[in-house]
């Protein structure tokens, strides 16, 4: 199973883009890169996921580039209710995946 | 609202007591997940069933036992519980094991053992 590193904990304001940069520098060739967000007192909650390149829905941008040894996940003009921890997996199939720490995101106002 | 339910949400034991955390979903998922998540860290996989009548070891499958009753509902329980097993505990289910199936969560149940 692929390991991530992501950074522990980013400070942003209110309308400001985040980018939080995830590293997996083993990823296998057919493995996929999701990201989840959690708030507090929930459970994480599904928000992109990627193989290559670019993909965007109406929460947030995956970037992924040609070596896939790392993908960044983009939210656009962040508000207070985007503070939350943000995880980095690489998905292979099968029923193991790892949850690392994630990345703790303070938006302040 | 379709998704996962988990009872109860909070829950105080003594050591020595036994409890059984209760997840059920409504998705028609076939595969269901038991994990734990300490202060700071990130979640580890406890036990999942890939399917109903089936149940295999996580990472962290020692003091808890788990049982798929069904279809829709999977429950984690501790026979005797310890201090170390204070944690968040979240169910969550998978349509499938392909790349393509994200995850749904329930909202946890908060366990303190004293």
């Known amino acids: 199973l692929a390991k991530t590193t992501q950074p522990i904990s980013m400070d942003s304001y209110e309308g400001q883009e985040v980018n939080i940069t995830c590293s997996h520098n083993?990823?296998?060739?057919?493995?996929?890169i999701t990201w989840y967000q959690q708030f507090p007192s929930q459970g994480p909650r599904f928000i992109i996921q990627?193989?290559?390149t670019k993909v965007t829905n109406e929460v947030a941008s995956l970037f992924i580039p040609a070596d896939r040894k790392s993908s960044t996940l983009s939210l656009p003009r962040v508000s207070l209710s985007d503070t939350a921890v943000y995880y980095c997996l690489v998905v292979t199939g099968g029923f193991k995946t790892i949850f690392g720490a994630g990345t703790r995101l303070f938006v302040k106002a | 609202n379709a998704g996962v339910t988990q009872t109860p949400k909070f829950q105080v034991l003594k050591t020595g007591q036994s409890m059984t955390l209760q997840c059920a979903q409504d998705m028609n998922h076939n595969s269901m997940y038991w994990y734990r998540q300490d202060p700071g860290m990130g979640l580890r996989l406890i036990y999942y069933?890939?399917?109903?009548?089936?149940?295999d070891k996580g990472e962290v499958p020692n003091g808890y036992n788990v049982s798929r009753l069904n279809k829709r509902e999977f429950s984690l329980r501790l026979e005797s519980a310890a201090p170390s097993q204070t944690s968040v505990y979240f169910c969550?289910?998978?349509?499938?094991?392909?790349?393509?199936?994200?995850?749904?969560f329930g909202s946890g149940t908060r366990l303190t053992v004293v």
């Open positions: 083993n990823i296998a060739t057919n493995d996929y």
């Open positions: 069933s890939a399917s109903e009548g089936t149940t």
């Open positions: 969550a289910s998978r349509e499938g094991v392909n790349r393509d199936y994200g995850y749904t």
């Open positions: 990627g193989y290559k």
